[in-house]
């Protein structure tokens, strides 16, 4: 036994260290877990985890472990992406919401972009900036106060659009939820962030909690409503990738509610992974604009046709917790897990990975039998919900809290007591 594995290293390490490994599976004499630690620790800096075409690793109980095997292979557990950076204790989008995402180990971190009217893009939650910068107490800009139809939405307020990127830097980010997140508001008073601000944290960042550099799931926000006004998102995306180096590196993955957008960005070159998000209701801004009221719903995407054709055209679906879950008529939480469970595995069949958005631990954002204490703004009991997610299956969660989402991961993979 000892002999074959030192041939096996001998004449098959030239050619790799997966290739060790893989013999090693064959042979069974290397344990999944065994391997999944090797291939981390053989790199001085591993890219960021790959989920494409993944399914997930039945546990002995039938449910989902917190692992990913690819072609028998185990790889790393589900990935934990800080929503907005780390928006539970930061105010969203700021350079100190994505630096304690990357403190507390998070693989991957999701900025929403959006343009300015000089081609900049820059990363808020919306264009219309009201709720998330002091805009509002700036006079110079007091006639900028407009309203728009943003996707059949009809909104007042201040716009990025309408700005330059110069006048951008003058503003301040404030705390969107700050009735929720009142300790948010003590880190308010950051400048705004460009998408390129973001690749340099990135780039300087350290390794996530699973030993892997950190990625980032950039959402492009209102394409279709953007290339209207004459600022093609693809276009101006593709550029900062390009000048920051961006367009071919394994971190990268791309996601939008909009098909057309994520489409021509991979026309203009752009290797990632490519994420259709997904609403409980409605239809798609492009498909609304191509077809008006003929335009298809988000939930014909998610029929047994729909995800086989979708799977032509992205490598996975993002879609609202909601969809997932089952609740009464008095908003509480049922046992009814096979919802969820049946969609990630019929997503997988297709060969589609499946994230889910967004684990949040405040009362506010949990059902009704989960909420703890009398505040909104109160934690409930999150890891509940968090675990119930995470054993449907899915490849990765979007959190606010990402240090949270990880305390539940861990406790996913970790053994029963006894065993």
Same mark, same amino acid.
């Given at each position: 036994?000892?002999?074959? *594995?030192? $041939?096996?290293?001998?004449?098959?390490?030239?050619?790799?260290?997966?290739?060790?490994?893989?013999?090693?599976?064959?042979?069974?004499?290397?344990?999944?877990?065994?391997?999944?630690?090797?291939?981390?620790?053989?790199?001085?800096?591993?890219?960021?985890?790959?989920?494409?075409?993944?399914?997930?690793?039945?546990?002995?109980?039938?449910?989902?472990?917190?692992?990913?095997?690819?072609?028998?292979?185990?790889?790393?557990?589900?990935?934990?992406?800080?929503?907005?950076?780390?928006?539970?204790? /930061?105010?969203?989008?700021?350079?100190s919401a994505y630096e304690l995402a990357f403190e507390q180990g998070a693989d991957a971190v999701e900025p929403d972009l959006v343009a300015t009217k000089d081609r900049v893009l820059v990363i808020r939650h919306e264009n219309e900036i009201s709720g998330t910068t002091d805009v509002a107490s700036h006079p110079e800009f007091a006639d900028r106060r407009t309203t728009k139809v943003v996707d059949g939405q009809t909104l007042t307020g201040w716009f990025t659009e309408d700005f330059t990127w110069a006048e951008l830097t003058t503003l301040q980010a404030t705390e969107r939820l700050a009735k929720l997140r009142p300790a948010n508001t003590e880190f308010a008073g950051e400048g705004i962030l460009r998408l390129v601000d973001l690749l340099a944290l990135l780039d300087a960042a350290p390794l996530?909690? !699973?030993?892997?550099?950190?990625?980032?799931?950039?959402?492009?926000?209102?394409?279709?409503?953007?290339?209207?006004?004459?600022?093609?998102?693809?276009?101006?995306?593709?550029?900062?990738?390009?000048?920051?180096?961006?367009?071919?590196?394994?971190?990268?993955?791309?996601? *939008?509610?909009?098909?057309?957008?994520?489409?021509?960005?991979?026309?203009?070159?752009?290797?990632?992974?490519?994420?259709?998000?997904?609403?409980?209701?409605?239809?798609?801004?492009?498909?609304?604009?191509?077809?008006?009221?003929?335009? /298809?719903?988000?939930?014909?995407?998610?029929?047994?046709?729909?995800?086989?054709?979708?799977?032509?055209?992205?490598?996975?679906?993002?879609? +609202?917790?909601?969809? $997932?879950?089952?609740?009464?008529?008095?908003?509480?939480?049922?046992?009814?897990?096979?919802?969820?469970?049946?969609?990630?595995?019929?997503?997988?069949?297709?060969?589609?990975?499946?994230? *889910?958005?967004?684990?949040?631990?405040?009362?506010?954002?949990?059902?009704?039998?989960?909420? *703890?204490?009398?505040?909104?703004?109160?934690?409930?009991?999150?890891?509940?919900?968090?675990?119930?997610?995470? /054993?449907?299956?899915? +490849?990765?969660?979007?959190?606010?809290?990402?240090? !949270?989402?990880?305390?539940?991961?861990?406790?996913?993979?970790?053994?029963?007591?006894?065993?």
């Open positions: 036994m000892l002999l074959f *594995c030192v $041939l096996v290293f001998c004449v098959l390490l030239p050619c790799g260290v997966d290739t060790v490994v893989l013999a090693l599976l064959a042979a069974g004499m290397a344990e999944p877990q065994v391997v999944q630690n090797f291939q981390l620790e053989s790199s001085a800096a591993p890219q960021f985890l790959h989920f494409a075409m993944a399914t997930r690793v039945a546990s002995p109980q039938g449910g989902a472990s917190a692992s990913r095997s690819v072609k028998g292979v185990t790889q790393i557990p589900l990935l934990v992406i800080g929503h907005r950076g780390a928006s539970g204790y /930061r105010p969203e989008h700021t350079r996530s909690a !699973l030993g892997a550099r950190i990625g980032m799931v950039a959402e492009i926000k209102h394409a279709s409503y953007f290339a209207s006004i004459g600022l093609p998102l693809d276009e101006l995306f593709a550029a900062e990738l390009l000048a920051s180096g961006w367009t071919d590196d394994d971190r990268l993955t791309v996601e *939008c509610f909009e098909l057309t957008v994520l489409g021509q960005i991979r026309d203009r070159g752009v290797r990632a992974r490519y994420v259709f998000l997904v609403e409980p209701v409605g239809c798609p801004a492009d498909e609304v604009a191509a077809r008006g009221d003929e335009a /298809r719903t988000y939930a014909s995407y998610l029929t047994a046709d729909g995800m086989p054709a979708l799977a032509a055209s992205v490598h996975g679906i993002s879609v +609202d917790k909601h969809i $997932l879950q089952a609740a009464d008529a008095s908003g509480s939480a049922v046992s009814a897990p096979s919802v969820g469970t049946e969609l990630v595995a019929r997503a997988h069949a297709a060969g589609l990975t499946v994230f *889910c958005w967004t684990l949040r631990a405040e009362n506010a954002f949990l059902a009704k039998n989960l909420r *703890c204490g009398t505040f909104a703004r109160q934690f409930g009991d999150w890891r509940s919900e968090f675990l119930e997610l995470m /054993r449907m299956g899915v +490849d990765g969660v979007f959190a606010d809290q990402p240090d !949270l989402a990880i305390e539940a991961r861990t406790a996913l993979t970790r053994p029963p007591v006894g065993q």
